[in-house]
T-cell receptor
Framework: DQQVKQNSPSLSVQEGRISILNCDYT??????FLWYKKYPAEGPTFLIS?????DKNEDGRFTVFLNKSAKHLSLHIVPSQPGDSAVYFC????????FGAGTILRVKS | DTGVSQDPRHKITKRGQNVTFRCDPISEHNRLYWYRQTLGQGPEFLTY????????KSRLLSDRFSAERPKGSFSTLEIQRTEQGDSAMYLCASSFGQVSGNTIYFGEGSWLTVV
């Protein structure tokens, strides 16, 4: 049972444009959501998080939006940079952290 | 470096051998987690500790797997009689208290290849 889904396996964006990564979840008990970035052969690096009591959290170029009624969250990266190219994981916490399968982001210069 | 530290980073072993991975969490963190990641998948939860107590184990953690955190600081994950299906990256993470409002930080991972 996949409780956290990232339906886009990959995304390609031009440098300077906006990258939007999407994530859907099924478990309404999740109360905290996180985005991680991962390079090959490295562990996931924390990017940004949001509590279920909020609908938006911003940190520099990264903004996470949460739509609880739709059980959907998204990560916006503006402007996208080539160094942002990596795998992005959405994760949700109920009593443990559950990850989606990831989206590969490629930012073209 | 005060992040989560894992050792070894890479391990190649023959099928049937035992392997052990070590994790040193961020020093003030009382929760420690083990995850496993295979190619094309997100990290999958294996088990977690609060201090020295192992509070939850996933069904993925067969009886060949055992994890310990004897003094509430570092942890070890042992895999006995390794199988080729055990080949994966084993990730350790730590946090202070519950995740909600407190981030889980991951180590660099330990790659296991079973040949």
């Amino acid at each position: 049972d996949q409780q956290v889904k990232q339906n886009s396996p990959s995304l390609s964006v031009q440098e300077g444009r906006i990258s939007i990564l999407n994530c859907d979840y099924t478990n309404s008990m999740f109360d905290y959501f996180l985005w991680y970035k991962k390079y090959p052969a490295e562990g996931p690096t924390f990017l940004i998080s949001i509590s279920s009591i909020k609908d938006k959290n911003e940190d520099g170029r990264f903004t996470v939006f949460l739509n609880k009624s739709a059980k959907h969250l998204s990560l916006h990266i503006v402007p996208s940079q080539p160094g942002d190219s990596a795998v992005y994981f959405c994760a949700a916490y109920g009593n443990k952290l559950v990850f989606g399968a990831g989206t590969i982001l490629r930012v073209k210069s | 470096d005060t992040g989560v530290s894992q050792d070894p980073r890479h391990k190649i072993t023959k099928r049937g051998q035992n392997v052990t991975f070590r994790c040193d969490p961020i020093s003030e963190h009382n929760r420690l987690y083990w995850y496993r990641q295979t190619l094309g998948q997100g990290p999958e939860f294996l088990t977690y500790f609060q201090n020295e107590a192992q509070l939850e184990k996933s069904r993925l953690l067969s009886d060949r797997f055992s994890a310990e955190r004897p003094k509430g600081s570092f942890s070890t994950l042992e895999i006995q009689r390794t199988e080729q299906g055990d080949s994966a990256m084993y990730l350790c993470a730590s946090s202070f208290g519950q995740v909600s409002g407190n981030t889980i930080y991951f180590g660099e991972g330990s790659w296991l290849t079973v040949v």
